[in-house]
């Protein structure tokens, strides 16, 4: 950039140049603009896809923490399912024992109260037959009494085996049952849980595709944009070279002298922008 005395004599030479020569003049400092301006839109732009490519890299990383924390919860619900599961047995074990020593109390009761009337039945048939019979007779009546009475105790001594053999066979029954329904709802639970970390999955993978595809492609126009911005600075140095010699051929006194624009570059993002450093056109 030209300081103000620079801008000043560039304004006294230019006063002596022909009307045709401060035409072009005019011309150039117009071109040269036009190519800053564009220079530096290309660099904003530039910055822009670079500022949108690490807003989608902070998305997918939070889109990852998100993925994380859903692991975490699947695996504490797994865990409260089992925990579940277990006191749920433990609850059913106490309630069939409980069952299992009050159906025992109620045949311990039966029985009992089936003995005290055969034997208080005995008892009064002894009275009766001792009152009736002979001393000879009360011997065998009550030999045969007590045969009955052991008889009469094995049939129910086998009656209760059967009957306690059947409850005992249901309630297994019935255990298995509804454990075997216990497990089928939790497997279909797990399969489930399973399946939707599965799809989560892939959908995070082919978010992840097409962001990198999009990168990609961006990253290539963005090279194509570079390699035209230097194609048109070759332009413009070849037009610059272009109206010295034409300048040349022609000079006269006090004529301002033209100078070729100058190139610098800078690394911003990991790129290589172009910035042309061209004279500004005097006021």
Known sequence: ??????????????????????????????????????????RKRTELDAQLLANRIALLKQEEEKAWKKIE????????????????????????ESYKAKWQSIRN?????????????????????????KKQQNAQNTKHQSQQILL??????????DSNKQRSN????????????????QLAQMEKIREDCEARTAQEEALRARTDSLVAKMEKEEMELIQRLQNTQTVQRNAYEELE?????ST????????????????????????TDEPRPAA
């Open 170 to 185: 249901y309630l297994k029954q019935m255990k298995d049952e509804a454990k075997r329904r216990m497990e089928e709802n």
């Open 252 to 275: 006269q006194p006090g004529m301002a002298s033209v100078r070729k624009p100058g190139i610098r570059v800078g690394a911003v993002g990991g790129k290589m922008p172009l910035e």
């Open 245 to 249: 010699a034409a300048l040349g051929q």
């Open 109 to 133: 009761a039966q029985a009992q109260n089936t003995m005290s009337r055969e034997q208080a039945k005995a008892m009064r048939d002894e009275t009766r037959r001792s009152l009736l019979d």
């Open 73 to 96: 919860e699947t695996r504490k619900r797994a865990n409260e399912i089992v925990e579940l599961r277990t006191q749920n047995e433990l609850k059913f074990n106490a309630k069939e």
């Open 1 to 42: 950039v030209a300081t103000g005395a620079e801008q000043m004599c560039a304004m006294a030479d230019v006063a002596q140049v022909p009307t045709s020569m401060a035409k072009g003049a005019d011309l150039m400092s117009s071109q040269m603009q036009a190519n800053l301006t564009a220079a530096k839109e290309a």
């Open 152 to 161: 009469q105790k094995k049939a129910r001594e086998e009656a209760d085996h």
